[in-house]
Nanobody, 124 residues
Framework: QVQLVESGGGLVQAGGSLRLSCAASGRTHNHYGMGWFRQAPGKEREFVAAVSWNGGSTYYADSVKGRFTISRDNAKNTVYLQMNSLKPEDTAVYYC?????????????????WGQGTQVTVSS
């Protein structure tokens, strides 16, 4: 079992920044690919970003490319999502997830463990 706890969400004005953190505990997650997803009201959960087990590979949804950065610190068992130039359409609950695929995935179905989510609200 891997337990994931997100933090760092909040209310921010358009153009602002937030950094989300995801702390992992339990069975080591160091060989798991990690991802961030988000879900806005009335919409399906969508892929945001993923990072490989060693941080060497990252990939992003087109909607956040160039604005968001995913990273991980395995010594601290933590994954981060730095979000810059935020837009109102980024408003959603953001979820951290762990996948046995060491390179992560864009597909939610490949993730075994999920956090409870953290709310991000961007005002215009």
């Amino acid at each position: 079992q891997v337990q994931l706890v997100e933090s760092g969400g909040g209310l921010v004005q358009a153009g602002g920044s937030l950094r989300l953190s995801c702390a992992a505990s339990g069975r080591t997650h160091n060989h798991y690919g990690m991802g961030w997803f988000r879900q806005a009201p009335g919409k399906e959960r969508e892929f945001v970003a993923a990072v490989s087990w060693n941080g060497g590979s990252t990939y992003y949804a087109d909607s956040v490319k160039g604005r968001f950065t995913i990273s991980r610190d395995n010594a601290k068992n933590t994954v981060y999502l730095q979000m810059n130039s935020l837009k109102p359409e980024d408003t959603a609950v953001y979820y951290c997830a762990a996948s046995p695929n060491p390179y992560g995935s864009r597909a939610p179905s490949e993730y075994l463990y999920w956090g409870q989510g953290t709310q991000v609200t961007v005002s215009s």
